[in-house]
């Protein structure tokens, strides 16, 4: 890649958790114990990623137990994540819908118990602990719409941009950012802050379009980010979903270009969250206590998505050629589906990744 990263506007102070070195070596135990990663390819991928600095830099102000928590649930969403993006899994929405279904079961309390010798996939075994340990002392209306938000994560990652892939489908531009902040379970991650700051945001806030956009901003800069970081590896991989790639389908742009344009959106949509939130601070000052640890919680995600994406070897263009062998790290005890049952799923159409690269150049 010649073209140059592009500096991002994002005027937040760096921040960092002090409990990352504790959270690290709970995340090494977690993975094995859970079965999410256990081959020592795959331990070597996950362990260079550094999950650990990642959620300290956007969760600074958590207590060790909810750093634990919240840790376990980016661990969960970047291994799902890479199974759908980077193996053949993403390209089999048939092949996938049963894992989700159970998985949405684990989320709707119908799941029903393993039965004898039943093997239940790692992602299934983690999400059940996950939940078990999140939500009995949530409020019910964060309960629901953050049941709402994963399963939306879920099913969009496997239909939409799975069907997307097995068609050759190119998505608009428009179309693929109102999907994104889905297919990306940032609205998972940003729920999140009311666990770790220990509040609760009434429904009539999450209602009030100046939250809506602030929370769309961030969500957007979040995702946004990672396109602009995980363009090359994407490329790699001949994945269509990513903004950078989009911008050069469908505006003919050079990628210096893409990335360029990209950048200017995400200054954009920086301001627009800066605008939301003074009026959010002036309109209602009683909920002073609560607003502030929130906007604080999203800023600390703008900020820390990038300093991570910096430094991670995930998006480390050196490195960027270990993407053309994803079954070095990807484990298929993750959802229970071996390679070769991918590959020959029926009614599936396979989509060479280098036909989807000529077409337009995807995330991370």
């Known amino acids: 890649m010649d073209s140059e990263l592009p500096d991002i506007y994002c005027p937040f102070p760096q921040r960092t958790n002090p409990h990352v070195g504790h959270v690290r070596g709970h995340l090494a135990t977690w993975v094995r114990q859970t079965g999410l990663v256990h081959r020592e390819s795959a331990m070597n991928r996950f362990e260079q990623a550094d999950f650990g600095a990642f959620v300290g830099m956007v969760y600074p102000t958590a207590d060790p137990e909810h750093l634990d928590l919240v840790a376990d649930w980016f661990v969960w969403l970047f291994l799902v994540d890479d199974q759908l993006d980077d193996g053949h899994l993403g390209r089999s929405p048939e092949l996938v819908r049963a894992v989700v279904d159970r998985m949405r079961a684990v989320v709707d309390g119908t799941a029903p118990a393993p039965l004898p010798g039943e093997e239940l996939p790692a992602a299934v075994i983690a999400l059940m602990d996950l939940w078990e340990r999140t ?6 209306h964060w309960r629901t719409r953050f049941a709402w938000h994963l399963v939306t994560y879920l099913t969009t990652a496997t239909t939409w941009e799975a069907g997307n892939r097995a068609e050759g ?5 428009e179309t693929y950012i109102a999907k994104r902040r889905h297919t990306g379970a940032i609205h998972v ?12 945001a009434p429904e009539s806030l999450h209602n009030d379009p100046r939250f809506i956009t602030a929370l769309e901003a961030a969500c957007n800069h979040v995702c946004w980010a990672n396109d602009v970081y995980s363009f090359e590896k994407e490329q790699v991989l001949g994945e269509i979903h990513n903004l950078v790639h989009l911008v050069r389908h469908h505006r003919g742009l050079g990628e210096q270009q893409a990335l360029d344009h990209v950048a200017e959106r995400l200054a954009l949509e920086t301001e627009r969250f800066l605008t939301a939130e003074d009026e959010l601070l002036e309109l209602y ?3 002073i206590g609560l607003l502030v640890p929130y906007l604080e919680g999203m800023r600390s995600w703008m900020r820390g998505n990038l300093d991570w994406s910096r430094l991670t070897p995930r998006y480390n263009p050196a490195d960027v050629g270990q993407y053309e062998e994803p079954e070095q790290y990807l484990e298929e005890t993750v959802l229970g589906i071996a390679p070769d049952h991918a590959e020959a799923a029926p009614g599936t159409a396979e989509v060479p990744r280098q036909a989807c690269a000529a077409e337009a150049p995807r995330q991370g």
Do not use: F, G, Q, Y
């Open 189 to 200: 991650c940003m729920d999140l802050i009311e666990i770790v700051a220990r509040i609760e």
């Open 135 to 140: 939500t009995p002392n949530a409020a019910p």
């Open 285 to 287: 000052p009683e909920l």
């Open 169 to 173: 489908v190119v998505p608009s531009e």
